[in-house]
């Protein structure tokens, strides 16, 4: 597992945990063999109680670290998500690798796609044996349009999705 690419580490433990979750951003549209650098994984994480609970151990165990001094334990705080959200401005949750602190995972802290329609809509993508939850191409176009400003690589990102759910309506 150690030779693994972290990011594929990371998802196949995720998956292989039973944790609820689907992968969102750059990396979902890579895994779709749709060519864009990307430098972190964005996460919509099913934010129930024991869900993050495996989600936490999981990232703890593969040495991913909170980016900000704050105990990652407080993600599962319905209160703190809101407080971080309003008095910071945060839209998400940053998780670094202590060894590799460029490298992150950003867990969002709000959708605007309600988290078990974006999983019920979720398109599998197969990583070898492990099947990882990628977020719809819709909802990946949805959650673009969200990002105010948008940077260039997010208007890109909408073209090439308005692109691709154009076709698949025909």
């Known amino acids: 597992m150690e030779d693994q690419p972290v ?13 609820r979750y689907v992968l969102c951003g750059g990396m979902a549209l890579v895994l779709r063999h749709i060519k864009r650098d990307t ?3 964005d996460l919509a994480v099913d ?13 703890k165990e593969l040495g991913w ?13 319905p209160e703190k998500r809101v407080q971080w959200q309003t008095e910071k ?21 709000s959708l605007p796609i309600p988290f078990d329609i974006l999983a019920r809509e979720a398109i599998p993508v197969m990583l070898d044996d492990v099947e990882i939850p ?5 909802a990946l176009l949805e959650m673009k349009r969200q990002i105010q400003p948008p940077r260039v690589k997010d208007a890109l990102d909408i073209l090439i999705l308005e692109k691709i759910v154009a076709e698949r309506k025909g």
């Not at 869900?51 to 990232?59: A, E, G, Q, T």
């Open 39 to 41: 430098f972190d994984a």
């Open 65 to 77: 670290i909170p980016k900000v001094p704050v105990n990652a334990n407080e993600l599962a705080d």
């Open 7 to 19: 990011y594929e580490r990371l998802l196949r433990a995720l998956s292989q945990k039973g944790v």
């Open 134 to 138: 990628t977020a719809s191409y819709e």
């Open 89 to 109: 401005d945060a839209k998400v949750f940053t998780f670094v690798l202590a060894n590799l602190p460029f490298l992150s995972v950003d867990v969002f802290l």
């Open 47 to 59: 934010l129930s109680i024991e869900n993050l609970s495996c989600f936490l151990d999981v990232l």
